[in-house]
């Protein structure tokens, strides 16, 4: 705790100039144009820290050891991981941000923390870096598909009720700390239930909802890093920890919107109160076609739009989808890509999976651009997508998802669903669109089927 | 306590300007945003390296929480300039 007289002015001074350039940093990365450069700059501004920090470090070759083992493991992770991988790879780096902040706490901990504030602050960085970690371990297996749990299972039910029994720990361990000073014992209760409180936080929580929790625990873990800079009396964790929090934040605004639910609702609730399909069950059958009848529709189209959803990450077709892309442009026809914020698993990621298909960004649009000229669309064709182009959510007030911002295809002339069967989407609503008047139904894996539709248009 | 008020303030102005800053990013860069911001988080490091090594625990903890924000560090930058890169204007 005496860390704050060893750090020299100077270092702090540097410390400022390093939160300017995170700053500048955060901010160019939020621009097409400076992003590379934002990331870079904030890159140098973590190079200054470090190396300014690295003059008071006790033993230095430890430490180098320890930079060396993390610096081999990130670089091999970040260079071999595959585009469609990304959500579940920002998940676990995301925990091991909040497990080293909790090692911090933990260590401050044995420190004997000189007065009931410090305590305080030791108690709640403890809980956000531990619940940031497990949590993310687990958002982490639910995003690669190694973690398969019921919502309804036993499991997690005794999960949840542990990530309450740890809310009311942490609080008690707040106030208890006023009144006599709590022993060892006392602590190691509180480790391990957030780390269990963690796990029950993020296992209740769906598939679908996942861009919501990945962008919340991002932002728990530049929190639990101010919180981190609080207790050891360091700004430019502060700053860089508030910033990282703060994004983390707007991009989970932005995901609970789109899918016009509140925070809460998508944390505690989830679809499950209101599993009644039977009720929205729709009258008429499907109209199949098969490749080469929309192969001659396509041809004929001047305006095609693309909308892809987690279905093509799945399938891997993004390449294949960016090759017909281009064979329409060839054709004469305009080719535009609708992505819906919550499409997929992460906030953007389809335009990442897209960007990698070498499709420029700027022929990508979102919903609000494109559904006031829907009509002029003369193929609309949607890649493993269901929920975000489900017309009740405008047409049906009953329906779970009414409300939710679409992106309203059923507007186009003619629409192609690429689905491989007549499954309901995440939220188990059936979707009206698929026995709408202009709608066909491709059925088949989404890279075979569109695959065959570049071979008929290079024929 | 004077010195925790300052940094309170520090705090909150520091969200403050956080939540200006990133209001409006465009849906395309969500993806390198939240990887960026999490290349961030990894200022765990400066932490972690001035931590007390008093006892045996504490030097396991403190070595631990350096290899971890490593990770966090090298990881999320390396990751986020390789996919900024493969956005592309037409």
Do not use: C
């Amino acid at each position: 705790m005496s860390f704050f007289e060893n750090i020299s002015s100077i270092q702090n001074i540097i410390y400022i100039f390093s939160s300017i350039l995170f700053i500048s940093g955060i901010k160019m990365l939020g621009k097409e144009d400076t992003a590379v450069r934002g990331n870079f700059l904030s890159a140098l501004a973590m190079f200054i820290a470090v190396s300014v920090t690295f003059i008071n470090v006790i033993n230095p070759i430890l430490v180098l050891v320890g930079i060396g083992i993390g610096a081999i493991i990130g670089s091999l992770i970040a260079l071999k991981v595959k585009m469609t991988s990304i959500p579940e790879m920002v998940a676990l780096f995301n925990g091991f941000g909040g497990l080293a902040t909790f090692f911090i706490a933990w260590s401050e901990f044995n420190s004997i923390p000189s007065n009931n504030f410090q305590y305080i602050l030791v108690m709640i960085t403890t809980y956000i870096g531990g619940v940031t970690f497990s949590g993310s371990v687990i958002a982490y297996g639910k995003l690669s598909e190694t973690l398969k749990v019921e919502k309804t299972s036993i499991i997690t039910k005794l999960f949840t009720t542990f990530f309450y029994i740890s809310i009311i720990y942490l609080l008690y361990s707040i106030f208890i700390t006023k009144i006599f000073s709590p022993g060892f014992d006392f602590y190691t209760i509180l480790l391990i239930l957030t780390l269990l409180g963690g796990v029950g936080f993020v296992i209740p929580i769906g598939g679908g909802d996942m861009p919501v929790v990945i962008s919340l625990l991002n932002s728990f873990s530049g929190i639990a890093a101010a919180f981190a800079g609080l207790l050891l009396l360091n700004n430019v964790l502060i700053v860089a920890g508030s910033l990282v929090g703060a994004s983390g934040l707007i991009l989970t605004i932005i995901m609970a919107k789109a899918m016009n639910r509140s925070i809460g609702n998508i944390l505690f609730v989830g679809y499950v109160s209101s599993a009644s399909p039977s009720k929205s069950e729709e009258t008429g059958e499907v109209k199949p076609i098969n490749v080469s009848d929309a192969y001659l529709i396509l041809e004929n189209a001047s305006s095609v739009l693309v909308i892809p959803g987690y279905g093509m990450a799945v399938a891997q077709a993004q390449h294949v989808v960016r090759e017909l892309g281009e064979l329409l442009e060839a054709n004469g026809t305009e080719v535009r890509y609708g992505i819906h914020p919550v499409a997929g698993r992460m906030p953007g990621h389809m335009n990442v999976l897209l960007a990698e298909a070498n499709v420029p960004y700027d022929v990508l649009v979102e919903p609000e651009d494109v559904n006031p000229s829907m009509d002029t669309v003369d193929v609309a064709v949607v890649i493993g997508a269901n929920d975000v182009v489900n017309p009740s959510a405008t047409e049906e007030p009953g329906s779970p998802i009414y409300g939710m911002p679409i992106i309203e295809v059923h507007n186009a002339r003619t629409v192609f669903v690429l689905k491989r069967s007549m499954s309901s989407g995440f939220a188990g609503v059936q979707n009206p669109l698929f026995f709408k008047e202009n709608t066909r139904m491709l059925f088949g894996d989404a890279k075979e089927s569109i695959g065959g539709l570049v071979t008929e248009f290079k024929e | 306590m004077e010195i925790y008020i300052l940094l309170g303030f520090v705090l909150i102005l520091s969200i403050y300007l956080g939540l200006e800053l990133i209001s409006k990013v465009p849906s395309t860069l969500h993806t390198p945003l939240m990887s960026g911001a999490n290349a961030i988080s990894g200022i765990a490091l400066v932490g972690a390296l001035v931590l007390g090594s008093d006892t045996q625990l504490q030097q396991a903890l403190a070595f631990l929480a350096v290899m971890f924000a490593s990770i966090n560090v090298f990881g999320g930058y390396l990751v986020t300039n390789r996919m900024l890169k493969m956005f592309k204007k037409k």
